[in-house]
């Protein structure tokens, strides 16, 4: 069971480099959702989306575009990388309806020079 | 603003210790409660979730968790802690209408000592 798979696990970005960090499930899973993680700030949404071709900004969506093309796929765009997107980002998945427990990635560890 | 508050940045116990882990959350109706563990470098895995119900439900690995409506928390415990615990852990709470989205705590880190 992969559940869950992000691609890559690490990168290194110069700033004001773009790259895109995809996220694949194989559960069927009607929503999907990116985190970054810093320290001592927990997870936070970047964006998410309810369903195939659709999205939504979280709480931190500045710096960053997601695109939903395929319901097992969600991935995150960096166009015009800086210092501050340095993190770890996760993305998670779950189905449709409030309280379903999220299933989380490995985590994709991000660094900006 | 809805919010979840986990006071202890860290936690040292002694192996076969018991262990309470807190967590606080601001939201004007019952919310959906989770714990998540988080082992270095992996992502987060579910421990146990609250919808309704008994108050006290049981987990995986041993934990359980209380929710107290009235001191709006949902409090982890493990009576006897192993060193395979030691780990980050991740309050969060489910909000309704919202695409299922998740606030989480900042978190707690759990050293064990042998």
């Known amino acids: 069971n992969a559940g869950v798979t992000q691609t890559p696990k690490f990168r290194v970005l110069k700033t004001g480099q773009s790259m895109t960090l995809l996220c694949a499930q194989d559960m069927n899973h009607e929503y999907m959702y990116w985190y970054r993680q810093d320290p001592g700030m927990g997870l936070r949404l970047i964006h998410y989306?309810?369903?195939?071709?659709?999205?939504a900004k979280g709480e931190v969506p500045d710096g960053y575009n997601v695109s939903r093309l395929k319901k097992q796929n969600f991935l995150l765009g960096l166009e015009s990388a800086a210092p501050s997107q340095t993190s770890v980002y996760f993305c998670a998945s779950t189905r449709t309806g409030t309280g379903q427990p999220q299933h989380f990635g490995d985590g994709t560890r991000l660094s900006i020079l | 603003a809805q919010s979840v508050t986990q006071p202890d940045i860290h936690i040292t116990v002694s192996e076969g210790a018991s262990l309470e882990l807190r967590c606080n959350y601001s939201y004007g109706a019952t919310p959906y409660l989770f714990w998540y563990v988080q082992s270095p470098g992996q992502g987060l895995q579910l421990l146990l979730k609250y919808f309704s119900g008994d108050t006290l439900v049981q987990g995986i690995k041993g934990f359980e968790a209380e929710f107290k409506r009235s001191q709006s928390s949902f409090n982890l415990r493990k009576p006897s802690v192993h060193w395979s615990d030691a780990a980050e852990y991740f309050c969060?709470?489910?909000?309704?209408?919202?695409?299922?989205?998740?606030?989480f705590g900042t978190g707690t880190s759990l050293t064990v000592i042998p």
């Open positions: 969060a709470v489910g909000l309704p209408n919202t695409g299922n989205q998740f606030y």
């Open positions: 989306s309810v369903g195939e071709g659709t999205t």
